[in-house]
């Protein structure tokens, strides 16, 4: 990931298997911690309102996405 995360960042091409291998890193700890999420939830949520349920789970969801967000400036254009 530190390799791909360089050359983007220098803008320069990265072979597409160490796309595919960094995507599917990405995908199977997304599916980990999901999985995770399922298997807990039950546990977690016992006894709390729908509220309390929609801001306990936003959270958890949230810190999924975050592990996966892209920075900010990923995708602005190199500068000539």
Known sequence: MAEIN???SKREMIP???VETAFATVANRVKIQLSR?????PQFLL???????HVALS????????GIALD???YKPRKS
């Not at 999420?37 to 939830?41: E, I, K």
């Not at 959270?59 to 975050?66: D, G, M, P, S």
């Open 72 to 74: 900010d400036d990923f």
């Open 59 to 66: 959270e958890k969801i949230r810190n999924v996405l975050n």
């Open 16 to 18: 597409r298997i160490d």
């Open 47 to 53: 006894g709390l309102s729908a509220e309390q349920i």
């Open 37 to 41: 999420l399922v298997n807990d939830a």
């Open 6 to 8: 360089l050359a983007a």
